[in-house]
């Protein structure tokens, strides 16, 4: 069973370019996280979906950030108009209905030139 | 506000010897905890949860410890290897489902 799945696992984009990131759960999981990791800080949240619904989003940004988890395929996360503040790591975590444990992937490092 | 945060930024510790890892909370409604290892360029792994109603859970060389009163969470880890040597989380389960992660601590273990 293949766990949680992100890619790409590294990204560099120019200052106004978009960068998607996606993140594959692990099987049978319908809860997906997005968390945003600057280096030597902890996890911040951002948004809590189920397929095809945003439960939380709390954490993301206003602006230009948005995130979606369709029915059919893997949880994109979308920056657009990226700015250097935006280089970041961003995980994903998955985990079943109903079970508190949340499972991470390696994470997509995201570098704004 | 929401506010998970940990006592000491680093902690070393010589191989062999038990380490303490510390964390405070500040929602007491919160029901769920968990602690998290990171190491470098990898994502948190799972270590160990415990339950609001417990006080007290215990794994393979790990236990953690849950004081409600003063809202304070522990992970010992018992005989550290340096295998152990990584950033520790703890993570305290929020409303909705989402988890709130602490600052992080830095263990580095010494042969």
């Known amino acids: 069973n293949a766990g949680v799945m992100q890619n790409p696992r590294h990204l560099v984009r120019r200052r106004g370019q978009e960068a998607r990131l996606r993140c594959s759960p692990m099987?049978?999981?319908?809860?997906v996280y997005w968390y945003r990791q600057l280096p030597e800080e902890g996890l911040k949240f951002m948004v809590y979906?189920?397929?095809?619904?945003?439960?939380?989003e709390s954490g993301m940004p206003k602006e230009r950030f948005s995130a979606e988890f369709p029915k059919e395929g893997p949880s994109i996360l979308r920056i657009q108009q990226v700015v250097r503040g935006d280089s970041a790591a961003y995980f994903c975590?998955?985990?079943?209905?109903?079970?508190?444990?949340?499972?991470f992937g390696e994470g997509s490092r995201l570098t704004v030139l | 506000g929401e506010s998970v945060g940990l006592h000491l930024p680093t902690l070393s510790v010589q191989e062999g010897d038990n380490s303490i890892i510390n964390c405070a909370y500040s929602?007491?409604?919160?029901?769920?905890f968990i602690w998290y290892k990171q190491e470098s360029g990898k994502g948190p792994q799972f270590i160990i949860d415990?339950?609001?109603?417990?006080d007290k859970r215990q794994g393979q060389r790990v236990t953690v410890l849950l004081n409600k009163t003063v809202k304070h969470l522990s992970l010992q880890i018992a005989a550290t290897q340096p295998g152990d040597s990584a950033v520790y989380f703890c993570?305290?389960?929020?409303?909705?489902?989402?988890?709130?992660f602490g600052q992080g601590t830095e263990l580095s273990v010494k042969p």
């Open positions: 975590a998955s985990r079943q209905a109903n079970t508190g444990e949340l499972f």
């Open positions: 099987k049978g999981h319908s809860h």
């Open positions: 979906l189920q397929k095809e619904n945003i439960i939380d």
């Open positions: 929602n007491s409604a919160s029901d769920y």
């Open positions: 415990i339950r609001s109603n417990m």
């Open positions: 993570a305290e389960n929020y409303e909705g489902g989402k988890l709130i």
